[in-house]
């Protein structure tokens, strides 16, 4: 089982920052992917970014060039840089870990973008 749980959402401006941070506890191996989803209301969840063990990572073209994820496998954690926000990216972000046939899903944060 592994637990993750999300943090740093919150409300700015546009044009604004925020950091998200996911840290994950329990059975974690050491191959695996970690990756950030979001959903906001009537829209189908999509994947805004991944990240393998390796550190290989991918993003969506909605937010390459202006989000960065990096883990640091050290402490399980995975983080969200995400620079020049726009309201569009509002949402509620969701952590998520896989590996194998195995994934698991954090609770959430509300990120909100006002213009």
């Known amino acids: 089982q592994v637990q993750l749980v999300e943090s740093g959402g919150g409300l700015v401006q546009a044009g604004g920052s925020l950091r998200l941070s996911c840290a994950a506890s329990?059975?974690?191996?050491?191959?695996?992917?970690m990756a950030w989803h979001r959903q906001a209301p009537g829209k189908q969840r999509e994947l805004v970014a991944s990240i393998t063990s390796g550190g290989i990572s991918n993003y969506a073209g909605s937010v390459k060039g202006r989000f960065t994820i990096s883990r640091d496998n050290s402490k399980s954690t995975v983080y969200l840089q995400m620079n020049s926000l726009k309201p569009e990216d509002t949402a509620v972000y969701y952590c998520a870990y896989r590996s194998g046939g195995d994934e698991y899903w954090g609770q959430g944060t509300q990120v909100t973008v006002s213009s």
């Open positions: 329990g059975s974690i191996f050491r191959l695996n992917v």
